[in-house]
């Protein structure tokens, strides 16, 4: 079946270093987003990117999807400890269920 | 905060008990889902409504697994004789429209479930 994976699993970074992880999906995408779930909370939208070769930017954050619409790329530029918590891709599993796959999440940790 | 609710937040029960949890969407978003998540792994789809019909349960949706949305407003979901493998975050999100290009969906806080 449809398959979402995410690398790395696990992030630890200094308070000022980037930060990127990276998400492949098994079969091609009409849309991929990304969630933020903090410790102890819940997934929270970030984004959605719709278009091939679409890049959106929030802040710090930068959003990539891929040509083929088959992977996508989160990065944060100059990590902030408010940047902790499990980031999770999603892509829908078929465009009338608006059901979502997610990948596994990678979890950021940022030292001070 | 999300306009999602649902309850409780917690729930501890012990293995054979049957138990009941809410989840209240935003009120103009037809579409609601449910989603189990583990430790260190990603939400897991398990059913959704489009208003009060259930249209997809997941193939993790065992028998002792059921969903409501009478009215097509909150629902529930019971599991009965809970098993110890139950025990995650139950997490209810909900979606407004039909179209696969808005696809973002909004999420509760969650009910934790801990089955000793």
Known sequence: GQQVMQI????????????????NSSTTLSNIQ????RPGGHPVFLIQLVK????????????????????SSLHITATQTTDVGTYFCAGPRSSNTGKLIFGQGTTLQVKP | DTGVSQDPRHKITKRGQNVTFRCDPISEHNRLYWYRQTLGQGPEFLTYFQNEAQLEKS?????????????????????QRTEQGDSAMYLCASKHGTSGRTDTQYFGPGTRLTVL
Do not use: M
């Open chain 1, 8 to 23: 790395p699993q696990y992030q630890h970074v200094q308070e000022g270093e980037d930060f990127t992880t990276y998400c």
């Open chain 1, 34 to 37: 990304w969630y933020k779930q």
């Open chain 1, 52 to 71: 091939s070769g679409e890049v959106k930017k929030q802040k710090r954050l930068t959003f990539q999807f891929g040509e083929a619409k088959k992977n």
């Open chain 2, 59 to 79: 193939r993790l949706l065992s028998d002792r697994f059921s969903a409501e949305r009478p009215k097509g407003s909150f629902s529930t979901l019971e599991i």
